[in-house]
């Protein structure tokens, strides 16, 4: 059975037309001090019987702490990852100024094999990247959105620069 994930690209254009999207820095021992290729969209796994626009609209709450802005979105598409993982990703422009509040919790086993639960955030960080850095900090299976991003701002006729 293949799982499945859906999330939410959020994005914004400046001011000046600068391009940036929102992503997430997971949380927990493993990412701790890992930048590159770390960050994904906000994002969670869902069931055949729940709708995935409201899957990504109730992670996205979970995973930063508020209520996404209440914009119109769109079905980016779907992306394989090498899991193997198939992730739906709705996206919508926001002019809203967003900051990371808080994220929901899961229990580890930390250290392995100590016996010993802790509690880490499911995210520990998250903000607005402009698109070349974000290429850098996506997980490599989610960049290609970013690429069916640019090609949905450019099919709209959606001015926006990169650096």
Same mark, same amino acid.
């Given at each position: 059975m293949t799982v499945t994930s859906t999330g939410l690209l959020l994005y914004r254009i400046d001011d000046t037309g600068l391009l940036e999207v929102w992503l997430v820095h997971p949380g927990g021992p493993y990412w701790t001090g890992k930048d590159?290729?770390?960050?994904?969209? +906000?994002? $969670?796994?869902? $069931? %055949?019987?729940? %709708? +995935?626009?409201e899957v990504a609209l109730r992670e996205f709450e979970e995973e930063c702490g508020f209520a996404a802005p209440d914009v119109p979105l769109t079905l980016l598409g779907r992306y394989k990852q090498p899991s193997g993982k198939i992730v739906s990703v709705y996206t919508g422009e926001t002019a809203t100024e967003l900051e990371f509040v808080s994220s929901n919790m899961f229990d580890l086993e930390w250290p392995p094999r100590s016996g010993k639960m802790q509690q880490f955030p499911e995210v520990d960080d998250a903000r607005w990247w402009p698109l070349p850095e974000a290429e850098i900090k996506l997980h490599k299976g989610q960049r290609p959105v970013l690429d069916a991003l640019r090609a949905r701002l450019d099919e709209l006729g959606r001015p926006y620069r990169l650096e």
């Open positions: 590159e290729a770390a960050w994904s969209v +906000p994002k $969670g796994e869902y $069931g %055949d019987e729940e %709708d +995935p626009r």
